[in-house]
């Protein structure tokens, strides 16, 4: 999903105000008014770059004087003791935006190199790797465009643009048959062109959905990777069809060799080891 540069920078203001409040006392009673200087960013740990133009926007909407120049693009592979970018501007300014840019880029980093990982394990498979629904409140935009920069893909963004019927809808709904009947009145009525996902647990489940239609996508939920492997090559030329449910980096390539379209895993964003860096002040 496209998100607005509006959207992004309401966020990155909401963190702000978050952050600053009605002021950064510290910098502001220990920094000579006026004081102006630089900045670098030092990676202190390999991984996938990800956030500088997230972090870029945090400066600039602190102070719009800051100059910013960059050194490395995201989505880049980094080793420590590389330096992302520098920064100059008022001291004050910058020491304000700190904390917040860093934030930013420690995460969205951790995320990136943990993407592109486990993408690595996939190398010669076409299966594709997903992200999910598991992500930080308010932090979601800038989390998919992590697991992006990182060579995943992005699954729905959010309850509205996909109906993904999973185990709960199906109970309550009384079966698989009865929520996907009712997911696409529900389409017709609303008059709505999103794609329907069907989760099921089950051979009778995968039957029941089969045999109703009218979906784009079956996921099969905890499946090993026989069970997996017999209904992809059921479900064949139909469907798309998704693996989720407890995938790890060690069963994620023998998931993958059963042809299954798509792996998602939620560890992806909600599971991550930020990546190490830090702001150093040029001292001349």
């Known amino acids: 999903m496209k998100t607005s540069i509006t959207a992004i920078e309401q966020l990155i203001n909401q963190a702000i105000k978050e952050d600053i409040g009605n002021g950064d006392h510290t910098s502001l009673s220990t920094i000579p008014t006026g ?16 956030g500088i133009e997230i972090a870029e926007k945090v400066f600039t909407q602190i102070d719009p ?22 920064i100059s501007g008022l001291v004050v300014s910058m020491l304000s935006a700190e904390r917040l840019a860093l934030n930013f880029m420690q995460r ?34 800038f989390e998919k465009q992590a697991v992006r920069l990182g060579g995943g893909e992005n699954h729905r963004f959010g309850l509205f643009d996909m109906i993904l019927i999973k185990n709960n809808h199906v109970d309550f709904a009384g079966g698989v048959r009865n929520a996907l009947i009712a997911a696409n009145n529900y389409l017709k009525q609303k008059k709505l062109n999103i794609p329907i996902e069907i989760e099921v647990r089950n051979f009778n489940e995968l039957d029941e959905a089969l045999d109703t239609g009218n979906f784009q996508r079956i996921m099969l939920d905890n499946f090993s990777t026989s069970d997996l492997k017999k209904a992809v090559e059921i479900i064949a030329g139909r469907y798309e069809t998704e693996a989720s449910g ?10 993958a060799l059963t042809g299954v379209t798509f792996i998602s895993v939620g560890a992806l964003t909600h599971h991550i080891k930020s990546l190490d860096m830090s702001l150093r002040a040029v001292v001349e």
């Open 246 to 255: 407890g995938i790890t980096e060690k069963t994620l390539y023998d998931y």
């Open 65 to 86: 004087d800051i100059q910013f120049k960059r050194f490395i693009t995201d989505g880049t592979f980094v080793n420590s003791g590389d330096i992302a970018f520098e």
């Open 108 to 141: 969205m980093s951790g995320i990136a190199t943990k993407t592109a990982y486990l993408v690595s394990l996939l190398n010669g498979l076409p299966t594709r790797l997903l992200d999910t629904r598991k992500t930080t409140p308010n932090m979601r935009i």
């Open 35 to 50: 004081t102006q200087g630089k900045m670098y960013l030092l990676i202190k740990e390999s991984g996938v770059l990800a």
